[in-house]
């Protein structure tokens, strides 16, 4: 089961400026092959399926925290590219002038058409997110290297997509990820040290371009997030700190397991966007759940 919060793990900034090809660039980590929505399902069926959970539940509590933590950026993702495409069209209700006209000059239509100007499970190029991108051999070695290889690769992508986008927000984002992401490319290089005796570690990082090289990732290191993995559970997947342990391989200061989640954010509040009918529903009265809420004591 999994137990959400209404909060984001960080605070996005407001853009100044819509850019709808800089929320095209960011699908590519959202719904692309090296996408939060990989990682999420790789890790997400791999703790489903792992046989043996009792006598290898260390690396069990691993990647099922790792899991955890993978719906949290889906939803960081999601809101970046929500924010830059706010504003991006004409607000109204009149059909006639072409409130969309604009949208016919950004990279990804189904932005405009396939949703209320949000985001969608698919990549940069509009291609949809699908289930080949998941890979659970029930090998654990063979899981494990995988998901080394897989989080190598969203951070090559992270870095790339870093270096398309200019916007405050998206790269605010980027930066968050490669922080974790980071992290989860450590943990899995230390699960297969302790699996096999090789120094995976060693490797990292991979790209060799270190964090530091991006302005945005250095609050997050300077404040310890790159060597805190989260088990987003108080009560269970207590062992997966004999696995995460030691030093970090990087700045060798102390990994860490901390029980239970970041407390994260408020959500910001995504305008109404008529002209899409994004919500609709106009003839709801706030009114009516206000006086709901009053007589069953609920904050309104």
């Not at 997400?44 to 933590?69: C, H, K, M, V, W």
């Amino acid at each position: 089961m999994i137990l959400r919060m209404d909060r984001l793990p960080i605070e996005l900034p407001t853009p100044k400026n819509p850019s709808p090809n800089d929320a095209a660039a960011i699908q590519e980590l959202l719904g692309g092959k090296f996408g939060e929505m990989s990682t999420l399902m790789n890790y997400t069926f791999q703790s489903f399926n792992f046989r043996g959970r009792n006598r290898l539940r260390p690396f069990y509590d691993l990647t099922a925290s790792i899991a955890g933590e993978e719906y949290s950026h889906i939803e960081v993702v999601s809101y970046a590219i929500n924010l830059l495409l706010t504003g991006t069209t004409k607000r109204g209700f009149d059909p006639e002038p072409g409130p969309l006209k604009e949208s016919v000059n950004a990279r990804l239509s189904r932005h405009f058409i396939a949703s209320g100007q949000a985001s969608l499970p698919m990549d940069s190029m509009g291609d949809w997110w699908t289930g080949q991108n998941v890979f659970s051999s029930g090998n654990l070695k063979l899981d494990l290297l995988h998901n080394f290889f897989l989080e190598c690769g969203a951070r090559a992508n992270k870095m790339r997509v870093y270096e398309m986008v200019t916007d405050p927000t998206a790269r605010e984002m980027v930066g968050f990820l490669l922080v974790r992401g980071g992290l989860h490319v450590v943990a899995y290089a230390r699960a297969l040290e302790i699996l096999t005796g090789v120094a995976v570690t060693k490797l990292v990082p991979v790209p060799e371009l270190s964090n530091k090289a991006f302005p945005e990732t250095r609050k997050y290191e300077e404040n310890g997030v790159h060597r805190k993995l989260y088990t987003f559970s108080k009560d269970d997947y207590q062992q997966a700190g004999l696995v995460f342990n030691g030093p970090h391989p990087e700045d060798g200061l102390p990994l860490e397991v901390v029980f239970g989640s970041p407390e994260g954010v408020p959500m910001p509040d995504l305008e109404e966007e008529p002209q899409l009918n994004s919500p609709g529903a106009d003839g709801i009265d706030p009114e009516m759940f206000r006086d709901i809420a009053m007589k069953l004591g609920i904050k309104f």
